[in-house]
T-cell receptor, first 110, second 111 residues
Framework: QQPVQSPQAVILREGEDAVINCSSS?????VHWYRQKHGEAPVFLMI?????EQKGHEKISASFNEKKQQSSLYLTASQLSYSGTYFC???????????FGKGTLLTVNP | SQTIHQWPATLVQPVGSPLSLECTVE??????LYWYRQAAGRGLQLLFY??????ISSEVPQNLSASRPQDRQFILSSKKLLLSDSGFYLC??????????FGPGTRLTVT
């Protein structure tokens, strides 16, 4: 089942912070976060695994609440390069496949 | 380091023509491989995935098929393209249950 992302869109000024949320109705093994710029492929940002392991870019932070099947991506001191569409992908069970949310469009203005 | 290749980068095909998109991964062995499609302005739809040579799981019934003839090669095919097949096709690889990486994609326009 497709995870739900919120907000659908957010506009920031450079230096401001943002939080993007991802919620699933089923138990999760992992949550993955990606950023996609217009016309390009999605780029891996972060993976959060059940049990607390996580791996990702230094300037990106995220949380994973296993009990609530929710994850949040924290973008602090935003830069113009942060603009793009952010997708969360969730994995449940043992099927090795990700189901992606509809995306959150982030625009950072000067 | 691992690298994923897709070709061609762009493709314009008439309705009813065949399709073959290729994806190869370098620098890893026995990866999980995936084909996604992204319609304009939309999300990522999983089409096929494979956990080993000759093992293909289909997610969406349609006129597309996939094959994995070699460990690091994944091919997406169609015998007859439809207008609705237009989109951005992305191949991805994953080592076990860790992070997943996307290839550069193929932009397909069916006319």
């Amino acid at each position: 089942q497709q995870p739900v992302q919120s907000p659908q869109a957010v506009i920031l000024r450079e230096g401001e912070d943002a939080v993007i949320n991802c919620s699933s109705s089923k138990a999760l093994y992992s949550v993955h976060w990606y950023r996609q710029k217009h016309g390009e492929a999605p780029v891996f940002l972060m993976i959060l695994l059940k049990g607390g392991e996580q791996k990702g870019h230094e300037k990106i932070s995220a949380s994973f609440n296993e009990k609530k099947q929710q994850s949040s991506l924290y973008l602090t001191a935003s830069q113009l390069s942060y603009s793009g569409t952010y997708f969360c992908g969730t994995e449940g069970g043992s099927n090795y496949k990700l189901t992606f949310g509809k995306g959150t469009l982030l625009t950072v203005n000067p | 380091s691992q690298t994923i290749h897709q070709w061609p980068a762009t493709l314009v095909q008439p309705v009813g023509s065949p399709l073959s998109l290729e994806c190869t991964v370098e620098g890893t062995s026995n990866p999980n491989l995936y084909w996604y499609r992204q319609a304009a302005g939309r999300g990522l739809q999983l089409l096929f995935y494979s956990v080993g040579i000759g093992q293909i799981s289909s997610e969406v019934p349609q006129n597309l098929s996939a094959s994995r003839p070699q460990d690091r090669q994944f091919i997406l095919s169609s015998k007859k393209l439809l207008l609705s097949d237009s989109g951005f096709y992305l191949c991805a690889w994953r080592a076990g249950r860790y992070e997943q990486y996307f290839g550069p994609g193929t932009r397909l326009t069916v006319t």
